[in-house]
């Protein structure tokens, strides 16, 4: 695995493994990884982005648990083998977009119902959008 | 199990003005430790007694399964040693160095050295007083390298380098643990280096190991916990507060015992949690060391 493949950011305040976490996600999300495909070992990752070990074996378990990876001991890491991987983890992040967008509707004292309208006009905002792209086209 | 690489128990040492109490210190193969405390708080002399240069007053020693320090000779040869004040010959070359040491250790490996060379842009031809400060330390990291010793004992190695020399330092270290039987300690108070690459972080403070614990559990439970106390309320007590700041009806506490969930002892006393803010190692490692110095005077 090249270098350049993931790329931890010390302005970044998230805990290094859960950007770790956060990139090999988005590389399954995207189909860049595809399932079944082997990761790069523990210690080979922790040399290339030059963070811990700990730190990446923390990564790889949690992503293990969360069903993402699958660690078969003595041969290595595979992305899992689920068709429905790519899709489940893009909703993962809507889903963890929605949990912020709902964690501010609780700040400003918004109820369950004013919220969802707001979520209702921003998708109306979006197709008023496409409509006007397909028309400038 | 596979037998530790250094095992310290119970390790004292006086000197007329400096006293190290009661030192422990474990590594496992294929860990990275990182040993971190201000100026004058042990960490040479810890390491020196690892080496074997120094003998302890009390206490056991072993690396590498070496009885330190009357086993050193045999411990030496597996052990790279590092620290600033190491001396070169200043009027003799690098590859003069190179051809010295191949000729004392069997396990110079001639090919890695020139690797290294290239890797940290250095000639064999130079002599070592034209080297810079950062080219020097990169010069004595290579000589220790190239013999792949199983230990690396490096004191302060990034203290006074530019960014890139720090940079390719970390990442020849980090290349040296791709083999899970070799270990690092490395000592340093640049925070910022040690967190990024240390699996086992150990915080010293006037001759005492003042924490010492993995680095995820250090990231783990130390946070800011940003408080709106209205009047009437109460803080409640919690274990594990190393301090508590209030001004008006703002209240910021540090605490080394955080857990998911904390939160709710405070809004169940009325208090809003505004914010629980992660600390990196430098903020850990300064609130460790002013509780520790506020519990013992």
Redesign the interface.
């Given at each position: 695995m090249n270098s350049g493949e993931l790329l931890i950011s010390?302005v970044d305040?998230?805990?290094?493994?859960l950007q770790i976490m956060e990139q090999i996600r988005h590389r399954i999300a995207i189909s860049d990884w595809e399932p079944g495909r082997e990761l790069p070992s523990i210690?080979?990752l922790?040399?290339s982005v030059?963070?811990?070990?700990?730190?990446v074996k923390?990564a790889y378990l949690e992503l293990e648990r969360e069903g993402v990876i699958v660690t078969r001991h003595g041969i290595g890491s595979f992305v899992a083998d689920r068709a429905d991987l790519s899709v489940q983890l893009r909703r993962g992040e809507l889903d963890e977009h929605l949990s912020a967008a709902a964690d501010i509707g609780r700040q400003l004292g918004m109820t369950p119902n004013e919220l969802t309208s707001r979520l209702q006009s921003a998708i109306a905002r979006g197709n008023a959008n496409d409509a006007k792209d397909e028309k400038d086209q | 199990m596979t037998e530790p690489v250094i095992d310290i128990q119970g390790v004292w040492k006086s000197y007329r003005f400096f006293q190290l109490r009661d030192v422990a210190l474990r590594l496992e193969p294929g860990q990275i430790l990182g040993f971190v405390g201000p100026n004058g708080a042990g960490k040479t002399t810890t390491i020196r007694i690892l080496m074997g240069m120094i003998r302890h007053d009390r206490g056991t020693v072993r690396v590498l399964g070496c009885s330190m320090p009357s086993e050193q000779a045999v411990a030496k040869r597996d052990i790279g040693f590092v620290s600033e004040d190491m001396r070169l010959q200043s009027s003799a070359t690098l590859g003069w160095h190179m051809r010295f040491i191949a000729s004392i250790y069997a396990g110079w490996d001639a090919s890695y050295a020139d690797v290294l060379l290239r890797r940290f842009n250095l000639h064999a031809e130079q002599t070592i007083k034209g080297l810079s400060h950062g080219e020097r330390v990169k010069a004595t990291l290579l000589l220790v390298l190239a013999r792949r010793p199983r230990l690396l004992l490096l004191d302060e190695p990034t203290t006074g380098l530019d960014p890139v020399a720090r940079h390719e330092i970390l990442a020849e270290l980090m290349d040296v643990v791709r083999d899970e039987r070799r270990a690092i300690v490395f000592s340093s108070h640049n925070t910022q280096d040690v967190e990024q690459i240390s699996d086992h972080i150990t915080f010293i403070d006037r001759g005492r190991i003042i924490d010492s614990s993995d680095k995820e559990t250090f990231l783990d439970r130390w946070r800011r916990i940003h408080l709106d106390v209205p009047s009437g309320a109460v803080l409640p007590p919690l274990a594990g507060v190393t301090d508590t700041s209030a001004s008006g009806r703002v209240a910021i506490v540090t605490t080394k015992a955080y857990v998911p969930g904390l939160e709710t002892t405070y809004t169940r006393s009325g208090i809003t949690v505004r914010d629980v803010q992660p600390m990196t190692l430098e903020e850990i490692f300064v609130a460790n060391v002013l509780s520790n110095r506020g519990e013992q005077p």
């Open positions: 010390q305040r998230r805990p290094m493994y210690r080979a922790a040399a030059q963070v811990s070990v700990i730190t923390r | -």
